[in-house]
C-alpha cells in the first residue's frame, strides 16, 4: 500500500475529533472543517518523513494545534450579540466582529474523549468564554483537560517545557473561572423533558402559535441572533421582537429537530418568496428543569443558511 494511502486509512479515524478540537481553539466550524482539511494535506505530504517517535493521533494534534494558533494570530475573539452589548441596543456594526458558530454533535458522537466533561466544554456559554484565552492558554486548557495529553505530551506538542504547560494551564483555570463568574451553569432537564421541549416548540413556530411559545419561556429568556448585531433578554422583549419579525403563516415554516454543542437544537426553513421551502436558521435552546418539564433559558438563533452542510442538512427542505 503506498504510504499516503496509509496514511488516510489510518488518519480517517480522527477527523471528528480534529474538528471538534480546531472548534474549541476557534470557535467556527466553518474554519474548523477547513484547518482539518489542511492538517490531513499536511500530514499526507509529511508522512513519509514520519518516524512513529509519537502516536499518529499525537502527530495530528501538533499540527491541527499549529495550524489553529497560527490562524489566530492577529484575529478577534468570535462572540455572541450578549458579549459585545445591552439588550435591545443595535451594538455595532456586523463586520465588527467575528460571531461564534455552532458545532453539529455528529463530531462529539465519535470522540474517543467522549465524556461529559469534554462534552460541556462545547456548550455554548462555555465556549464563549473559552475564547476569553490567549490563544496558546486555551491550546493548553483544551489539550489537557479535553484530549486528555500529559504535560509532558503538550509540552513537547507545543515546544516548550512541562512546567511552562502546568503555568499556562492555571492561568487559564483561574482566567477561565474569572470570566464565568456569576455564570454558573444551571441543572439540565432530563431527556424525555427536553425533547418534549423541542416538540413544542417547532410545533409552536410552524403553526405560529404565540401562546403555545410564550408558555416556554422562563422571565429572564435571552434571544441572540448572529450575525444580527442586537439581543433581548425577557419574555415580553423576546415576544415581541418574534411576533413582528420572527412568526410567519402556519405552512410557511418547517423546523427539524438536531443538536449543536451538546444541546437540542432546530434547523428552520422558511418560504421564500418563490415558494421554495428554504434553509433560514440554525437554532440553539438552552434549557432549564422546572415544575412540569423544561423551560426556555436562552435562543440562538444562528442566521447562516451555510451551517446547513455541516449540519448534514440540505439548503431546501
Not at 456559554?125 to 483537560?145: D, G, H, N, S, Y
Not at 415580553?236 to 415554516?253: E, K, S
Amino acid at each position: 500500500m503506498p504510504e499516503q494511502d496509509e496514511f488516510m486509512e489510518r488518519a480517517a479515524p480522527y477527523r471528528a475529533e480534529l474538528i471538534a478540537h480546531c472548534y474549541r481553539m476557534l470557535g467556527s466550524v466553518h474554519d474548523a472543517e477547513d484547518l482539518v482539511q489542511e492538517t490531513y494535506l499536511r500530514g499526507w505530504r509529511g508522512y513519509s518523513a514520519f518516524e512513529e517517535r509519537a502516536a499518529l493521533r499525537t502527530w495530528l494534534y501538533r499540527i491541527a494545534t499549529t495550524a489553529c494558533l497560527r490562524a489566530l494570530e492577529n484575529r478577534a475573539r468570535r462572540v455572541l450579540p450578549a458579549g459585545v452589548g445591552l439588550a435591545g441596543d443595535n451594538v455595532s456594526h456586523e463586520a465588527a466582529h467575528e460571531w461564534l458558530e455552532p458545532l453539529p454533535d455528529s463530531y462529539l458522537q465519535a470522540t474517543p474523549e467522549d465524556i461529559v466533561a469534554a462534552r460541556e466544554t462545547v456548550r455554548l456559554a462555555v465556549m464563549t468564554a473559552l475564547q476569553e484565552l490567549p490563544a496558546r492558554q486555551r491550546a493548553v486548557l483544551v489539550l489537557r483537560e479535553v484530549v486528555q495529553f500529559s504535560a509532558a505530551e503538550v509540552a513537547e506538542l507545543l515546544e516548550t517545557t512541562p512546567a511552562a504547560v502546568n503555568s499556562s494551564l492555571q492561568r487559564a483555570r483561574a482566567r477561565l473561572a474569572e470570566v464565568s463568574a456569576g455564570q454558573d451553569r444551571p441543572a439540565e432537564p432530563d431527556d424525555d423533558a427536553r425533547r418534549e421541549l423541542l416538540d413544542r416548540y417547532c410545533a409552536a413556530f410552524e403553526n405560529a402559535d404565540m401562546a403555545a411559545l410564550a408558555a416556554l419561556l422562563q422571565d429572564d429568556v435571552r434571544l441572540e441572533m448572529p450575525p444580527m448585531p442586537m439581543w433581548f433578554s425577557g419574555r415580553d422583549a423576546v415576544l415581541g421582537f418574534l411576533t413582528t419579525r420572527a412568526f410567519a403563516p402556519p405552512g410557511d415554516i418547517v423546523m427539524v429537530a438536531t443538536a449543536a454543542n451538546d444541546q437540542p437544537a432546530v434547523a428552520e426553513y422558511r418560504r421564500n418568496t418563490d415558494s421554495i421551502m428554504a434553509a433560514h436558521s440554525i437554532q440553539v435552546l438552552s434549557s432549564v428543569p422546572r415544575s412540569g418539564g423544561a423551560g426556555l433559558a436562552a435562543l440562538t438563533v444562528f442566521l447562516d443558511p451555510t451551517l446547513f452542510p455541516a449540519f448534514g442538512l440540505p439548503l431546501t427542505g
